[in-house]
Nanobody, 124 residues
Framework: QVELVESGGGLVQAGGSLRLSCAAS????????MGWFRQAPGKQREFVAT????????YYADSVKGRFTISRDNTKNTVYLQMNILSPEDTAVYYC?????????????????WGQGTQVTVSS
């Protein structure tokens, strides 16, 4: 079992930045690839970014590529999402998740553990 707790969400103006954190507890954090997903009102949960167990490989949705950066610190059992140049279209609840795989993984169905989510609101 892995417990995930996100933090760092909030209200920001368009063009601004936020950094989300996700603290993990339970089983060995470095066993898992990690991912960030988001869900806007009335929409399905969508993939944002993923990072492999070592932090050496990352993969992003086209919509955030070049603006968002995923990273992890296995010594702190934490994964981060640095979000820059935010736009109102980025407004959503952001979830971190732990995959059943150790390699980068953009497929929601492979994720075993999910956090409760943190709200990100970008005003225009």
């Amino acid at each position: 079992q892995v417990e995930l707790v996100e933090s760092g969400g909030g209200l920001v103006q368009a063009g601004g930045s936020l950094r989300l954190s996700c603290a993990a507890s339970g089983r060995t954090f470095s066993d898992y690839a990690m991912g960030w997903f988001r869900q806007a009102p009335g929409k399905q949960r969508e993939f944002v970014a993923t990072i492999d167990w070592s932090g050496g490989n990352t993969y992003y949705a086209d919509s955030v590529k070049g603006r968002f950066t995923i990273s992890r610190d296995n010594t702190k059992n934490t994964v981060y999402l640095q979000m820059n140049i935010l736009s109102p279209e980025d407004t959503a609840v952001y979830y971190c998740a732990a995959s059943g795989l150790s390699s980068i993984d953009p497929y929601r169905g492979n994720y075993l553990y999910w956090g409760q989510g943190t709200q990100v609101t970008v005003s225009s």
